[in-house]
């Protein structure tokens, strides 16, 4: 009995190894992604900023692969006509994260997907 108390111990310790660990994980995925937007040149402008607090918020949301992918489209999206620059890119990006599923709707319905 003595030894089940131990090792329910040691796996008490590595569950909350793991538990610390996702959440180093999950803060250097914030971290990176907060990094990419700031360096790229419309999103840095924003107004209001978009900080670590908000990108935690996306990413635990949408997920980090999809907003890796979604803010890459919105760059080149964004380059293709300058003219379209944002006021607020807080709102432009949760608009276009939220729009996506109807754009694969429609791509789906019309049989481009």
């Given at each position: ?7 329910d ?32 040149r ?22 980090e ?31 276009w ?17």
């Open positions: 009995m003595n030894d089940m108390a131990g090792h111990d040691l796996y008490r310790e590595e569950i909350l190894k793991a538990a610390q660990q996702a959440n180093v994980n999950k803060k250097d995925v914030v971290e990176r992604l907060l990094k990419k937007i700031n360096e790229t419309f999103f840095k402008d924003s107004k209001p900023a978009i900080d670590f607090e908000f990108v935690e918020h996306l990413v635990k949301t949408y997920g692969k999809e907003l890796r992918q979604e803010l890459n489209k919105m760059y080149v999206w964004l380059l293709a006509d300058p003219r379209r620059r944002k006021k607020n890119y807080r709102r432009f990006i949760v608009n994260l939220n729009n996506k599923d109807k754009r694969f709707y429609v791509e789906w319905r019309r049989g481009d997907y």
